[in-house]
């Protein structure tokens, strides 16, 4: 999701081809998550529902959240695709990611290339922190802001790119979600001279209920 580009403008650009992206996961979702015990899932920004359908398939009842229809109908579709049981694991709701308020806490929560203004990350990853149950994780991946200048793809505006560093000082107001990872990372994409250029953050809420 791009700052920039109302649920209109993403519903055009959902409409141009059947899939923008692969319909595998993300790989950091695969990598940090195919581990996990499957539980409950908050897929914030889900776009065409690729890491909510492979959460599913492995077991993961998922709410998956994005303002685009048109990315929901073809998340529904992809989310078919992979059987009853899949898609009846999976809560689809057109909503803002930027005014939903989570009515849950999850034992997974994901936020995946999000791009926004500085204060409404903030606002957005301090919801998503506080649906982290006791236990639980929270994984946010973003284009790192030095991959304007040394990777590839991605927004071209730095205003809505972001560090590690940037993630971690949102979450500074949860001390019970224990940062795990932080770091920028390299993601290669065939055909291109350098890698993309990513941020993850993983973060861990301790298993006392105090926040």
């Known amino acids: 999701m791009d700052a920039l580009m109302s649920a209109h403008d993403w519903d055009e650009r959902y409409r141009t081809s059947e899939l923008i992206w692969k319909a595998g996961p993300n790989q950091w979702v695969r990598q940090y998550t195919q581990d996990l015990s499957p539980g409950t899932a908050l897929d914030l920004a889900s776009g065409e529902g690729r890491n909510a359908v492979w959460l599913a398939d492995r077991g993961w009842q998922v709410t998956a959240v994005d303002f685009s229809a048109v990315a929901i109908e073809k998340a529904k579709k992809l989310a078919s695709q992979h059987g009853r049981r899949t898609a009846e694991r999976i809560h689809w709701a057109i909503e803002d990611v930027l005014s939903y308020a989570p009515t849950a806490e999850y034992n997974l929560v994901l936020v995946i290339y999000l791009h926004i203004h500085a204060e409404q990350r903030k606002a957005v990853l301090q919801r998503a922190a506080g649906a982290v149950s006791p236990g639980g ?55 291109q001279p350098r890698p993309a250029l990513d941020v993850v953050v993983e973060a861990q809420r301790s298993a006392a209920t105090q926040r």
């Not at 560093?165 to 290669?188: G, H, K």
Request: no cysteine; charged share 20%; hydrophobic share 35%.
């Open 137 to 191: 994780q929270l994984l946010v991946v973003g284009h790192h802001t030095d991959n304007l200048t040394h990777g590839v793809g991605g927004p071209p505006n730095p205003e809505i790119l972001y560090t590690e560093e940037d993630v971690l000082a949102d979450l500074a107001e949860f001390p019970n979600l224990l940062s795990r990872t932080a770091q920028r990372v390299e993601r290669v994409i065939d055909g």
